[in-house]
Nanobody, 125 residues
Framework: QVQLVESGGGLVQAGDSLRLSCAAS????????MGWFRQPPGLEREFVAV????????YYADSVKGRFTISRDNAKSTVYLQMNSLKPEDTAVYYC??????????????????WGQGTQVTVSS
């Protein structure tokens, strides 16, 4: 059974940092590409970052580039999202997901088959 559990969210002030974690119980996690998405209040879920199996390839949304860093620890079956210089517009529920083997782009939800339950990040101004 596949399970993804996010943690590390919370309420912070603008300019602060947070590190989100996603603990995965996935067979062959170490060969899986993993992504982070977020859903701001009242808006659609959007792509944040993606990392391939050996951390050699990473892509970011333009809105977080230079502030967020995705990483993983295959020994712990965990993927991370380090978020620095947080802004109020980063307020959202953050989800981790496993990339599926289909052809949908990595920036689209359709490109992922398993999702966590999400963790809330709120950034006050």
């Amino acid at each position: 059974q596949v399970q993804l559990v996010e943690s590390g969210g919370g309420l912070v002030q603008a300019g602060d940092s947070l590190r989100l974690s996603c603990a995965a119980s996935i067979r062959a996690f170490s060969s899986s590409t993993m992504g982070w998405f977020r859903q701001p209040p009242g808006l659609e879920r959007e792509f944040v970052a993606v990392i391939n199996w050996n951390s050699a390839v990473k892509y970011y949304a333009d809105s977080v580039k230079g502030r967020f860093t995705i990483s993983r620890d295959n020994a712990k079956s965990t993927v991370y999202l380090q978020m620095n210089s947080l802004k109020p517009e980063d307020t959202a529920v953050y989800y981790c997901a496993r990339r599926s083997l289909g052809s949908a782009p990595y920036s689209q939800q359709a490109g992922y088959d398993y999702w966590g339950q999400g963790t809330q990040v709120t950034v006050s101004s």
